[in-house]
């Protein structure tokens, strides 16, 4: 992360208002969608097929992870052979809302998650309902083009709507954005669209065997500690992932000027990863990377928040922290990793007062902070 990454104000939709209009467009779609194509496939759904199918993705969606496969997007899939694509959409409008209410998730990005469900299966519900010659039943001979052809437009709109939510997050631009979520964004094409059409398929056949399949898969993510890492978290410390940061950082900076309170951000840099790696190998150096994480954990408040934004850094986001206290919390964390761990580390801060700074620039000056105590040795430098 560098400075030239820094967009102004005026170089991005500011993410309130983006989140605002994907919301409107969501339910305008679907509102549409049902005005065009209800009465013609109103005859495709009964009652306890769209019964079965939303109580087997609610259960899904409380037990699996959200990324890679996100199971009201699978269940959507399903429900196109199911129900039709007309209910199948008005299914995950549903859903989405009530799995997001249940997993507590934060306003904002319950509002992304509803958009990124709903619009993207607008779009194909429309492919389907022209490109499916079966439209109701799993006919691969068939149908195969057809599924092909609406896994492609799921998936584009998947991704324009992905990437401009974190280009909007991280005020970074959206062809950069684009860049970096092609992959993720085409879960739906490559993951979500091919087991919806399993899911039909074993509805079609006997629904109690989809249940049967599902229950002992949840049950074991329950009893698997590993269950927890995600696409969401790292492996190795559980700490979140860059895009995680970002709403984060977003969230605490508009609540800092809410609240007219101070927000202090903090990058530790692991100086020595390199050498940790010569001497001890992946798997040394790897434990001492956790012992880090520890050390870090252990010195902050239940307030604060930590991810990984790469392989030696790790940032700190500490609400209501002058740039004072925070200075004291990267000495506190610096001595229980001297004691504790050979890993040498130093620190860049910033202090986010509620100006009109975006999350990158705010961000960027504790990064390149953190690159200058580096190289002069220094344990803390100001951004």
């Known amino acids: 992360m560098r400075e030239d990454s820094v967009s102004g104000p005026g170089e991005r939709l500011r993410l309130e208002g983006y989140l605002r209009l994907l919301v409107g467009l969501a339910l305008a779609a ?6 065009v194509g209800l009465r013609a496939q109103a005859a495709w759904a009964s009652w306890p097929d769209a019964v079965a199918l939303a109580v087997l993705t609610l259960l899904a969606s409380l037990g699996l992870d959200e990324e890679p496969t996100d199971a009201v997007e699978i269940g959507t899939a399903a429900g196109f052979v199911v129900l039709g694509p007309v209910p199948a959409v008005g299914m995950a409008a549903v859903l989405s809302a009530l799995v997001d209410l249940a997993k507590r998730v934060h306003r904002m990005r319950m509002a992304y998650h509803f958009g990124r469900r709903v619009l993207p299966a607008v779009v194909a519900a429309a492919a389907y309902l022209y490109a499916v010659p079966s439209p109701r039943s799993v006919e691969l001979a068939r149908n195969a083009a057809g599924y092909l052809l609406v896994g492609v437009v799921w998936s584009l709109a998947a991704l324009a709507i992905r990437a401009r939510y974190f280009a909007a997050l991280a005020g970074v631009p959206l062809g950069r954005s684009l860049r970096v979520h092609t992959r993720p964004g085409l879960a739906p094409l490559v993951v979500s669209l091919p087991l919806g059409v399993a899911v039909a398929s074993l509805f079609q056949e006997e629904p109690a065997a ?3 399949l599902l229950l002992p898969a949840l049950l074991g993510r329950k ?13 190795l410390t559980g700490f979140d992932l860059p895009h995680r940061l970002w709403e984060r950082l977003q969230q605490e900076m508009l609540r800092a000027q809410r609240q007219k309170q101070p927000l202090s951000v903090l990058v530790l840099v692991l100086e020595n990863l390199e050498e ?12 001492v990377v ?6 870090v954990q252990r010195e902050l408040r239940r307030s604060d928040y930590v991810a990984h934004l790469s392989e030696d850094r790790l940032v700190c986001l ?9 200075e004291r919390v990267a000495a506190r964390i610096r001595s229980e990793v001297v004691m504790r761990t050979p890993a040498r580390v130093s620190f860049g801060l ?6 009109p700074e975006e999350p990158s620039a705010v961000l960027n000056a504790a990064d390149v902070a953190a690159d200058r105590a580096r190289r002069v040795g220094d344990r803390l430098v100001r951004g």
């Open 30 to 35: 679907v509102a549409a969608l049902w005005l």
């Open 318 to 326: 500490l609400p209501g922290a002058t740039a004072d206290q925070a």
């Open 290 to 295: 956790q012992e880090v994480a520890r050390a």
């Open 276 to 287: 940790l790696r010569r001497v001890l190998g992946g798997a040394g150096a790897g434990t």
């Open 350 to 355: 910033s202090a986010y007062t509620g100006g």
């Open 223 to 235: 009893l698997t500690p590993s269950a927890r890492f995600t696409a969401e978290t790292d492996p």
């Open 210 to 212: 989809a249940v049967a």
